[in-house]
C-alpha cells in the first residue's frame, strides 16, 4: 500500500534524512564514549557489535489490567487479544532496527474475545553497564476474563467483550549492572555478544509510569456479585502515576559452551498518586499510596560466536493503592519472542560511509 504524496516526501525531503542521522548519532554518543572507555573480560565475553546481526522471529506482546479488593476474593480481569506476530531485524553497532507483521490463522477469534487496536512502542536499551527500558503503548477493545466476579444471564460467561475499553501507557526503567566487565544482557536479548562462560550481576535501577484507563461507561460494570466492589463507584477513568527504586539479581549459566539460560528479577518500591473519575456524576476520588512493582527476564537457547537460537521473554507488573478502602490496581505488559539470527563479520565502518555518504556527496 502507498500512502499518497510519501514518495515525494521521502525522495525530497534530504535535510530531514541529514538531520534524523544527526539526531541518531547524537542519542547514541554516550554508547560509543561508553565503549571506548569500559573494558570487558575476553574470557566470559565475545563482543561483536561490530557485526551485522541479521534475525527472524516470531512472537507476541500482551497488556493486562485487574482491579481487586482486599475483602473480594474474586478480581476483575481485563485482557488484550494478543496477535502473534512474525518479523525480521538487524543490528550493526549502536543501531537496531525489528520490522513485524501479524501472522495469519493463528490469533485468537475476534468475534469471541474481540478485536484489539494497539500501538506498541518497546524498545530495550542494553549497553555494557545499563539496561534501559522504553515503553509507549495505545490500546483499545479488551476483553474480561470472567472468574465469577461478573452477573451474567448464561450458567457460563468467561469471555466478556469490552470495545470501549482504551489504555495509555509510558514508562521508563533503568538499571545498573554492577558486573558489567563480565556479564553480557546483549548476549541473550540483542544477540550481538556472546557469552563463553557464566557470570551474574547486583543491579539497582528506577522507574517511572503512567498509565491511563477509560471507557464509555463503567470500568466496573453494575451487574457485579459484589455490590460493595471499589465502594459501587461507576468511575470510567483511571489516571496512575507512580514512581519506583528498584534492585535485583541476574544470572546466566553457560552449558558445554554454547547453550545458555539467562533469568533476571527485579522489585522494586515507591509511590503511585491515583484518580478515579466519574465523568457522568463529575466525581474524582484521588489517593497518594504505597506501590509495588517486579520486572522479570527470562531468555535460553543456543549461541556462539556465529549463530544464535533462543526464546526471551520480559513481564513487567505495577501494583498500585486505589482511592477506596482496600482496593487496588494492576498494570502488567510484556512479550515473548522466539529468535533465529546470524553475524556477519564486516570490516568496514557502515556508519561512517553512510555518514560520507549523506554529508559529502
Not at 507483521?101 to 493463528?106: E, H, Q, R, S
Request: charge should be positive; include cysteine.
Amino acid at each position: 500500500m502507498e500512502i499518497p504524496g510519501a514518495r515525494f516526501w521521502f525522495c525530497h525531503s534530504s535535510v530531514f534524512i541529514k538531520s534524523l542521522y544527526i539526531f541518531i548519532c547524537i542519542c547514541a554518543y554516550p554508547t560509543f564514549t561508553i565503549a571506548q572507555h569500559i573494558n570487558h573480560d575476553t574470557a566470559y565475553i565475545s563482543d561483536h557489535t561490530t557485526d551485522l546481526t541479521i534475525r527472524a522471529f516470531g512472537g507476541y506482546a500482551s497488556s493486562g489490567y485487574k482491579l481487586g479488593q482486599h475483602d473480594v476474593d474474586n478480581r476483575l480481569t481485563y485482557k488484550s487479544n494478543d496477535n502473534f506476530i512474525l518479523g525480521a531485524g538487524i543490528n550493526y553497532r549502536f543501531i537496531g532496527l525489528n520490522i513485524g507483521f501479524k501472522a495469519p490463522f493463528v490469533n485468537n477469534d475476534n468475534t469471541r474475545f474481540g478485536k484489539t487496536k494497539m500501538l506498541d512502542l518497546q524498545t530495550h536499551i542494553y549497553t555494557r553497564k545499563f539496561t534501559i527500558d522504553l515503553s509507549a503503548q495505545l490500546g483499545k477493545g479488551y476483553y474480561i476474563k470472567n472468574n465469577g466476579l461478573i452477573a451474567t444471564a448464561l450458567p457460563i460467561a468467561d469471555i466478556i467483550p469490552r470495545p470501549d475499553l482504551a489504555t495509555r501507557t509510558l514508562g521508563i526503567n533503568a538499571h545498573y549492572i554492577f558486573n558489567n566487565r563480565r556479564f553480557s544482557y546483549r548476549a541473550a536479548f540483542v544477540q550481538s555478544e556472546y557469552q563463553k562462560k557464566s557470570a551474574g550481576s547486583f543491579l539497582l535501577g528506577a522507574g517511572i509510569h503512567q498509565f491511563y484507563i477509560r471507557a464509555d461507561s463503567a470500568i466496573v460494570p453494575g451487574n457485579n456479585n459484589e455490590p460493595g466492589f471499589f465502594n459501587g463507584s461507576a468511575f470510567n477513568k483511571s489516571r496512575v502515576f507512580c514512581l519506583a527504586l528498584n534492585a535485583g539479581y541476574v544470572q546466566t549459566v553457560v552449558i558445554r559452551r554454547h547453550l545458555f539460560l539467562t533469568a533476571a528479577l527485579m522489585g522494586g518500591i515507591g509511590m503511585n498518586t491515583t484518580e478515579l473519575e466519574d465523568e457522568q456524576l463529575h466525581t474524582t476520588n484521588t489517593k497518594t499510596a504505597l506501590q509495588l512493582d517486579g520486572t522479570l527476564r527470562l531468555a535460553a537457547g543456543y549461541n556462539s560466536e556465529r549463530y544464535f537460537a533462543g526464546i526471551q521473554y520480559i513481564y513487567y507488573l505495577a501494583h498500585c493503592s486505589a482511592p477506596f478502602a482496600g482496593t487496588w490496581q494492576e498494570f502488567e505488559s510484556g512479550y515473548f519472542r522466539v529468535t533465529v539470527a546470524k553475524r556477519f563479520p564486516i570490516k568496514r565502518n557502515l556508519v561512517k560511509d553512510a555518514y560520507n555518504t549523506i554529508f559529502h556527496h
